[in-house]
């Protein structure tokens, strides 16, 4: 007789008395293994190559152990996003044999690894080179044309994207949910993590209305401005923009 309700479970039970609880997932499997003699259990993930530790190495409440075991296969079974807007950095790592892992976060937060071989990567690096060479050299020429910012005249320098970790993005839009009200659904992040933009007249005039606690809520290293969204409706946009990391000298 198992210990607990292996409801969406598949539980055996061994000569030694050791419950074993798994649940599939494609390629991936949780596994939750239960000693009831020695009140202690473990949680694992495994998939087609690895197994890995699920948080704490070992429970001895069985209570805390199926609660957890629990969150853990619904975790994996969660969908990931099909699309979304990577903040910060991306951080590349040598992976297997002619391998890479790249790992990167998204604007609501998540945390993603993918694995690419040799071919991929030079895929990938060649067509962000096309990109970079036919596409946004033309937009970089164009792009300080409709700066919402007011400020003196750059003379001989250039504004160029500051590098903003995903962390720093993510305090902000916190503090745009938590403190102001604002729904997550109305915050729109963008430039990898430098601009955050809310829309709506209700919104923006709420925050504005606490403008001063605003100011000392947000680090000092980002700036912000309104403007309207096209439809003639308030729109706050803010931008990283953190003093002596914004501009270069122009090349002579």
């Not at 479970?9 to 596994?31: I, S």
């Not at 990931?80 to 044999?97: A, E, R, W």
């Not at 919402?148 to 839009?173: C, I, M, R, S």
Request: aromatic residues 10%; hydrophobic residues 35%; charged residues 30%.
């Amino acid at each position: 007789m198992s210990t607990f309700e292996p409801a969406g479970w598949t539980a055996t039970t061994d000569k030694d008395g050791k419950e074993t609880y798994t649940k599939e997932f494609g390629l991936v499997k949780v596994v939750a293994e239960w000693d009831p003699i020695a009140s202690l259990g473990t949680i694992a993930v495994d998939d087609f190559r690895t197994r890995c530790a699920a948080g704490i190495d070992a429970f001895r409440d069985a209570s805390s152990f199926w609660i957890a075991a629990n969150l853990v296969a619904d975790t994996v079974a969660a969908p990931l996003p099909v699309s979304g807007n990577v903040i910060g950095g991306i951080k590349v790592d040598p992976g297997d044999f002619l391998e890479a892992e790249l790992d990167f976060t998204l604007d609501d937060g998540r945390e993603i690894g993918v694995t690419i071989v040799d071919r991929q990567a030079s895929d990938l690096t060649s067509g962000l080179y096309s990109l970079d060479k036919h596409v946004w050299e033309e937009q970089r020429d164009e792009e300080d044309e409709d700066d919402p910012y007011e400020g003196p005249d750059h003379g001989a320098y250039k504004e160029v994207l500051p590098q903003v970790t995903a962390a720093e993005t993510l305090a902000v839009v916190e503090t745009l949910t938590s403190r102001f009200g604002v729904d997550r659904a109305a915050i729109h992040v963008s430039g990898g993590g430098t601009w955050i933009a809310v829309a709506g007249d209700d919104v923006v005039t709420g925050i504005l209305r606490r403008q001063q606690e605003f100011d000392g809520a947000i680090d000092a290293k980002w700036r912000y401005a309104t403007d309207t969204n096209g439809m003639d409706e308030p729109r706050l946009t803010i931008e990283y923009y953190p003093k002596g990391q914004y501009q270069q000298e122009r090349s002579r």
